[in-house]
């Protein structure tokens, strides 16, 4: 009855087809429910089937899973409120270390892997996008002085961005780093227009102390608007919601705090920082400048020299 049989076989349109017997699945969901299952002995008695039967309930797989050829299981758990990805994969290191034996070994999929493979590389993706946008600098200024001091805004945005997960009780994950990354790009721009204005107007002139001072009174204006629009745009990542909110609200988080805090400090830090270490620096148009200087006074001298000549021709 739990099984089936096969009692008789049934055609339809010159195919036979086997008919199974069986008792209703719903009538036999637990232990209680042999007692409804009739059997008759040897001597011909009707008995119940929980009279001849001992049932035990143990736990075991449903299934067994393996990869690359080894038995393997797989765990899924959510992290609760208050604590990062970070910190769960941390725990459950530190119990598979107690717990486990040593032969064996533990992998990870989904997030959790991407997160362990990003741990590593992020310092060195990190510090390429910090040798590519120095050397892109470094092309533009034609100086290896200049964009060491554009470069010091970007500690000031990763401080800004750690200190928006902070506030906010987020941790830090694949998309909060992509934020990091791109705070680079972002919040250097705040230094390039104070110290490419400020060389500009000491080529024509200007004493240092004096084009510094006017570089950051007449660039505040842009920065704050370039700044203001930036963070405009991150304020619909910070409160979106639905499928996959998670990772807009890291990276919204951290531009938005990050580009806000560079924005302020890089209005102190950069013209202190210029007035440091690029006193002795120019831009690339006064080198222009000083050779086209150059090539009109040999100009001048050959032409005076020909005038000379000329005047010396008819006394000859």
């Not at 076989?9 to 299952?37: A, C, H, K, T």
Request: glycine share 8%; proline share 3%; hydrophobic share 45%.
């Amino acid at each position: 009855m739990l099984g089936g049989r096969t009692d008789t076989p049934y055609v339809d349109r010159g195919e036979e087809y086997d008919v199974y017997l069986r008792g209703d699945e719903n009538s036999f969901n637990n232990v209680g429910d042999l007692s409804q299952i009739y059997m008759r002995s040897g001597k011909g008695e009707l008995v119940t089937l929980d009279t001849v039967t001992h049932i035990e309930e143990i736990a075991s797989a449903q299934r067994l899973s393996h990869t690359n050829k080894q038995k393997s299981i797989t765990l899924k758990a959510n992290v609760s409120e208050g604590y990062t990805l970070g910190e769960g994969l941390k725990f459950l290191d530190a119990k598979a270390i107690e717990l486990l034996p040593k032969d064996i070994s533990i992998g990870y999929t989904g997030e959790s892997k991407d997160f362990k493979e990003n741990q590593s590389s992020i310092f060195i993706v990190f510090g390429l996008a910090l040798l590519v946008a120095y050397l892109v600098l470094a092309a533009q200024f034609e100086s290896f002085i200049n964009p060491l001091v554009v470069m010091f805004t970007v500690p000031m945005g990763v401080f800004g961005g750690f200190l928006g997960l902070l506030i906010t009780s987020q941790g830090i994950n694949i998309y909060s780093q992509i934020g990091m990354i791109m705070l680079i790009g972002m919040v250097t721009k705040n230094g390039i227009l104070i110290v490419e204005f400020a060389n500009q107007l000491r080529d024509r002139g200007f004493e240092l102390d004096k084009a510094i001072i006017d570089a950051s009174s007449r660039r505040l204006r842009p920065i704050l608007m370039t700044a203001f629009t930036t963070l405009v745009g991150a304020v619909p990542l910070i409160f979106s919601t639905g499928a996959g909110s998670e990772s807009r609200i890291a990276v919204g988080t951290v531009v938005f705090f990050g580009m806000a805090f560079a924005t302020f400090v890089t209005l102190l830090v950069i013209p202190a920082m210029y007035r440091l270490i690029s006193a002795a620096t120019h831009s690339p148009g006064y080198v222009e400048a000083k050779l086209e200087a150059a090539i009109k006074a040999q100009e001048l001298a050959a032409q005076e020299a020909a005038a000379k000549q000329q005047e010396l021709a008819p006394k000859a």
